[in-house]
């Protein structure tokens, strides 16, 4: 099979095309390279013949139809999105701009290309999608695909927006899609604002571990790649109009995450001053914060044969070792616009200054000069890694 894949150079898009190569596909890779892109996470595919990479942004209608034509594939898997909770807080333009206009774009382009190529059947096109488009839940149950849509953050309700896009559009021109609505994921090559490598790379640093209000929250956690072993099972047996709800079956409280990642580095490398989680460090909690994501798997086990290959206390294992392994690949992200401050604090009132978002095609920032995040500074030392504050929640994981 041949597959587009869009924001392929991010955390769960790189998982996607590095295993999809792996299974015999050829991948078509188009990303805008925004700041929270790394090429670098796709060196393991890089020199393949059955690779190749468009550097384009999904809300340009003629570069996106361009790729479609002359690359031809058979699915399209949509993973280009701003991801990031706290930056939807700051400025949620960009959000509105990609994951709802680039949807739309995107959806429109491959309506195009599809009826060109006359209809055919096989076709998908399959949007990736978070739970975070269901809001919270209690202390009990379960998101399902059956759940209402209840989203509560910028970022979660520019998915929920798109997620709709992609119905109407398979409703009304009988566009063939699939969706998946899927938990907080982790591993190797995370960007370095979101939770985990927050605190792999703050503990490693010794510097404060910062946990946003009481460490209550719960998320469901999934390790990336068998997040991206369920995204190409549904692209390729899902069925046509359905949705798929993925999830690890792994809930943990933030604090309980936060210690148990503690608890692998006092092994794998201690700390003269002491155990790690004496780092950690109660911060005010962020604006919206959800108490709660779960999700019921059911459909996809049934289904697609579909479960995860590891335990959350395996993965994180994986995970620690991994960035233990990798600095090459973590430190030159820590320069990037954003990462090592506390972003999403100030809620209230528009920002229009803070709004603009990534430039447009994918500027990648690369000094501290070019920040414009107005979350304080959590670290003044730039020598070491720097701390950074986020994504207790995710879209963020
Ligand atoms: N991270 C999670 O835990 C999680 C969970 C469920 C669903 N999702 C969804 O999975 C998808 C991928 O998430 P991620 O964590 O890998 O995100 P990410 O932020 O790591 O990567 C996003 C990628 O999209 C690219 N991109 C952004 N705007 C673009 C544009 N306008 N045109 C082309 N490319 C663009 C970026 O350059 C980047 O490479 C998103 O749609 C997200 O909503 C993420």
């Not at 929270?36 to 020199?47: E, G, T």
């Not at 059956?146 to 798109?162: E, H, N, T």
């Not at 991206?228 to 949705?243: E, F, K, M, P, T």
């Amino acid at each position: 099979m041949k597959l587009l894949v869009t924001g392929g150079a991010g955390f769960i898009g790189s998982a996607v095309v590095r295993q999809a190569i792996a299974q015999g596909h050829e991948v078509v890779n188009l990303d805008a390279l925004t700041y929270a892109a790394c090429l670098a996470s796709l060196a393991p595919v890089a020199d393949s013949p059955a690779y190749a990479f468009e550097h384009a942004n999904i809300c340009d209608g003629q570069a996106v139809a361009r790729v479609l034509a002359s690359h031809r594939p058979d699915i399209v898997m949509h993973l280009a999105a701003e991801s990031h909770v706290d930056r939807s807080i700051d400025g949620p333009g960009a959000f509105i701009e990609t994951n709802i206009t680039g949807t739309y774009v995107l959806l429109e382009a491959a309506r195009a290309y599809w009826t060109r190529a006359g209809r055919p059947a096989g076709f998908r096109f399959h949007h990736i999608s978070t739970d975070e488009v269901f809001g919270t839940l209690g202390p009990e149950g379960h998101f399902t695909e059956d759940s209402p849509y209840d989203p509560r953050s910028p970022y979660s309700a520019s998915k929920a927006a798109s997620d709709h896009l992609v119905r109407a559009w398979h409703e009304t021109y009988g566009l063939p899609v699939v969706l998946s609505n899927c938990s907080n994921n982790y591993g190797p090559y995370h960007f370095p604002e979101k939770l985990i490598p927050v605190v792999i790379l703050n503990a490693l640093a010794g510097r404060e571990i910062p946990i946003y209000g009481n460490g209550s929250n719960i998320r469901d956690w999934l390790y990336v790649e068998d997040h991206a072993d369920a995204l190409l099972r549904v692209a390729q047996a899902g069925v046509n109009g359905r949705s798929y709800a993925i999830g690890g079956e792994n809930e943990r409280s933030n604090l309980d995450l936060v210690h148990s990642i503690c608890a692998i580095l006092d092994r794998l490398r201690p700390r003269a001053e002491g155990p790690h989680a004496a780092l950690i460090r109660f911060v005010a909690d962020r604006p919206g914060h959800d108490a709660r994501y779960a999700i019921d798997p059911a459909r996809i086990r049934a289904e697609l044969g579909w479960r995860p290959s590891v335990t959350v206390e395996e993965g994180l294992e994986r995970t620690v070792r991994w960035y233990l392994d990798n600095d090459a690949w973590w430190r030159p992200l820590l320069s990037r616009q954003g990462v090592g401050r506390r972003l999403g604090t100030e809620p209230a009132g528009p920002r229009p200054e803070a709004d603009r978002g990534p430039e447009p095609g994918g500027a990648v920032d690369t000094g501290s000069g070019m920040e414009r995040g107005r979350g304080r500074a959590w670290n003044a030392d730039r020598n070491g890694p720097q701390a950074a504050s986020s994504a207790q929640g995710r879209g963020a994981a």
